[in-house]
């Protein structure tokens, strides 16, 4: 089947299999290897991205979904060589050890400011508890999301 989508602000058409899972789709068809696989049941968090600005994990959806729509993986934040608010909050607070979760992580940390621009501690923690991380202790995680969202140029963008 053929599925037509925008991925990182590029229009995209592909023939795939029905069954073909967005993450592999991003990773196998576009090539986009920055959005993880990492536990295959929609537990860690790794694979998040965001469809049509919504935070999804992308290997709990169908490529086949998400036909019509926009996706935006870690890929697609930085403008050019300067990163998007988040990515720059992540590397000024060490918002990341392995790295593994920090695109998920960073993915679901921007669609969480879209819904809530000035959060509480508790509030970034609770929006980001679908993502796990095993390294950081998540505290320097929770301080990048905060710094993210009191930052000139927002983390919403």
């Known amino acids: ?82 990163l998007h608010p988040m990515q720059e909050a992540f590397r000024e607070h060490h918002g990341l050890q392995c790295g593994y979760c920090t695109p998920g992580m960073v993915m679901a940390a921007v669609s969480l400011l879209k819904e809530i621009p000035d959060p509480t501690e508790a509030q970034v923690r609770e929006g980001l508890e679908g993502n796990l991380c095993r390294c950081t202790g998540y505290h320097n995680i929770v301080q990048a999301v905060l710094a993210a969202a009191k930052a000139p140029t927002g983390a919403v963008s």
Not at 46 to 67: P, R
């Open 1 to 82: 089947m053929d599925v037509s989508m925008t991925v990182n602000g590029s229009p995209r058409t592909d023939s795939i299999e029905p069954r073909l899972l967005l993450v592999h789709y991003l990773r196998e068809v576009a090539g986009l290897t920055g959005t993880n696989i990492g536990c295959d049941t929609s537990s860690c968090g790794a694979c998040t991205v965001l469809v049509d600005g919504e935070s999804v994990k992308s290997c709990t959806m169908l490529a086949a979904q998400a036909d019509g729509a926009d996706v935006t993986t870690i890929e697609g934040l930085a403008d050019g060589e300067r």
